[in-house]
């Protein structure tokens, strides 16, 4: 056919027998992140970062007052202010699109412009829920990582394999409430090892060889020396106000409350996932979230449930109930507080020191655990550009646009999507012992993340 100019992957498409007149769906991702995501509109002329601001709350107050100080216009009350705390939602523009021949498409055996319509769907859904599942691990594996070579001598300086959540402390003085770098003026505590040590600064390095999913490995740079023993490859590192990182067995880490840093090598075949673990990460969210009555969302993949039936926990609360819906279709949809949520998107990767396992990583999400902002400026462009050379559709935040022909032959449209905003997971840093005395001292309080083979 010489007016043919599709590409290679579509050949088979045209008619040469006979076929049936009509495109199949392919496979796609079962995902589910950015549903837990609270939306937020980013305005018009704000520059490409948009500095957030959660309000604290006081401590209560327990202690009477003073009958002899009851004087005075102040009654012997010394005010006191809340606390605020600040954190950075950056926005960025993604996008892809498909060109279609107008002509030459109509050799096809089904419409090719509904096709690439409903593929571009397919593609944005699962590009945002991956950018939302990355800026959540982004935040809840960040200050938990472990020494990557070690030194030959004591140094004040260790290689990590990931240095995401100790470049910034909440500062304090004319800083409070917002996060700044590491430095000598604002420290942070860090486990390395058996023993705390004060970190003054940290370096990416020029060459990622991080192993953990969208990590960075770098330098971690302490006020004193580490010892060989602490500073030995394998050993975990934990900043103090790291996210609570739960693993099978007592192999787990969140900072200085849980004693000793352990690491991801530290997990063996034995270390799979138990119902156990489940009720743990529950338990924690509930003291540090305050929420009592709420559903919260676990996201795990379809091994990490299969070793869930094989808990003896869960045998022994399903036993004998080969009729219930669980037992059936071997999903749990609610169960001891939390939403399970299969989904084939959940980080996978190979376990650092045995090739031969795989690390998983379910993560249990309490509600505000993501935020996600869109651009404003996508729905005004809709309504500026209409009726223009282009149509510009706005589905679930995402701008469809379909372009007419420019070309000399009035032959070749376009059909792009685009998207522009940014997924952060905000602090609650504020919300210490003083506000919910059995929460922690962990930045991020919103969800658990459980690691397990």
């Known amino acids: 056919m010489p007016i043919q100019n599709m590409p290679a992957s579509l050949q088979n498409a045209i008619q040469s027998g006979f076929l049936e007149r009509r495109f199949h769906n392919g496979l796609t991702s079962a995902i589910g992140y950015r549903a837990i995501a609270d939306r937020e509109p980013v305005s018009i002329n704000v520059g490409e970062t948009v500095t957030k601001t959660r309000a604290g709350l006081k401590a209560p107050v327990t202690t009477p007052l003073s009958a002899a100080g009851n004087t005075n216009l102040d009654n012997g009350i010394t005010p006191t202010s809340q606390t605020i705390e600040q954190y950075v939602l950056g926005i960025d523009q993604y996008a892809d699109s498909i060109d279609l021949n107008v002509v030459t498409s109509q050799v096809g055996i089904a419409n090719q412009f509904l096709l690439n319509g409903h593929t571009n769907g397919v593609q944005a859904r699962q590009s945002l829920d991956r950018i939302a599942r990355n800026a959540l691990f982004a935040g809840y ?45 604002f420290t942070a505590s860090v486990v390395v090892g058996l023993n705390t040590y004060t970190l003054i600064g940290t370096a990416r390095d020029g060459s990622n060889v991080s192993t953990v999913p969208g990590g960075f490995s770098g330098t971690l740079t302490f006020s004193g020396n580490v010892t060989i023993a602490d500073g030995t490859a394998l050993n975990g590192v934990a900043h103090a106000n790291a996210p609570v990182i739960l693993r099978p067995n007592g192999k787990w880490t969140g900072g200085s409350a849980y004693g000793i840093a352990t690491a991801t090598p530290a997990l063996v075949s034995t270390d799979v996932l138990t119902l156990s673990v489940i009720e743990d990460a529950i338990a924690n969210l509930r003291n540090n979230t305050g929420m009592q009555d709420q559903l919260f969302n676990l996201y795990l993949d379809n091994v990490s449930m299969r070793q869930l039936f094989a808990d003896q926990d869960f045998k022994l609360m399903y036993q004998g109930q080969y009729g219930s819906k ?46 996600e902002g869109d651009f404003a400026g996508m729905t005004k462009k809709a309504e500026d550009f209409a009726g ?59 969800a658990v993340a459980i690691e397990h083979v």
């Open 326 to 371: 669980e037992a059936r279709t071997g999903k749990v949809f609610e169960l001891m507080g939390a939403r399970f949520i299969p989904t084939t998107e959940a980080l996978v990767q190979t376990h650092p020191t045995n090739a031969a396992l795989k690390v998983r990583r379910p993560i249990l999400c309490a509600p505000g655990a993501l935020v």
């Open 141 to 185: 594996l960040g200050g938990q990582t472990r020494v990557r070579v070690t030194l030959g001598a004591p140094a004040a300086t260790i290689s990590v394999d990931d240095v995401r959540g100790f470049e910034q402390v909440l500062g304090t003085g004319a800083s409070a409430g917002k996060f700044v770098s590491v430095s000598g003026t």
């Open 388 to 446: 223009m050379n282009s149509e510009t559709e706005m589905v679930d935040g995402v701008a469809m646009v379909t372009r007419g022909p420019l070309d000399r032959l009035q032959q070749i449209i376009a059909q792009s999507w685009f998207w522009i905003g940014g997924f952060v997971a905000p602090t609650d840093a504020t919300a210490n012992s003083n506000i919910i005395p059995t929460a922690g001292a962990q930045y991020l309080k919103r």
